[in-house]
């Protein structure tokens, strides 16, 4: 992964490259409102991970959003990860967080 590519934020599913530190900086950068749209529609292995490091009357004050949420438009949830990627890559560009790939994913297996 070049720079570059380390300093963009794609897609919800690519929080899951932030470790439960980076997370919880994004989370407390971002309004619960959008946390709670958001993770209406976001993967959720990664929602669980943000819900995870989120203290815990914050958490509930999200999961209660959620609930009031849970019929809002798509439009409006699918604006709020949109929200919520470009907060990330503002602390990423600040160099408060990093985007870092699993040693994993990076190798290449050649098969037979």
């Known amino acids: 992964m070049d720079e570059k590519e380390e300093l963009t934020v794609k897609s919800f599913e690519e929080l899951s490259y932030f470790d439960n530190l980076a997370l919880y900086y994004l989370c407390n950068e971002v309004p619960p409102q959008t946390?709670?749209?958001a993770f209406l529609i976001g993967d959720s292995k990664v929602c669980g991970s943000m819900l995870g490091v989120l203290e815990g009357k914050r958490r509930e004050y999200v999961h209660q959003?959620?609930?009031e949420q849970k019929e809002a438009e798509i439009?409006?949830?699918?604006?709020?990860?949109?929200?919520?990627?470009i907060?990330?890559?503002g602390?990423?560009?600040r160099r408060l967080i990093e985007k870092k790939v699993n040693?994993?994913?990076?190798l290449n297996v050649s098969r037979p």
């Open 91 to 93: 602390l990423i560009t």
């Open 65 to 67: 959003l959620m609930a």
């Open 35 to 37: 946390l709670a749209l």
């Open 75 to 85: 439009a409006k949830k699918e604006s709020a990860v949109q929200g919520l990627l």
């Open 103 to 106: 040693s994993i994913t990076e």
């Open 87 to 89: 907060v990330a890559e």
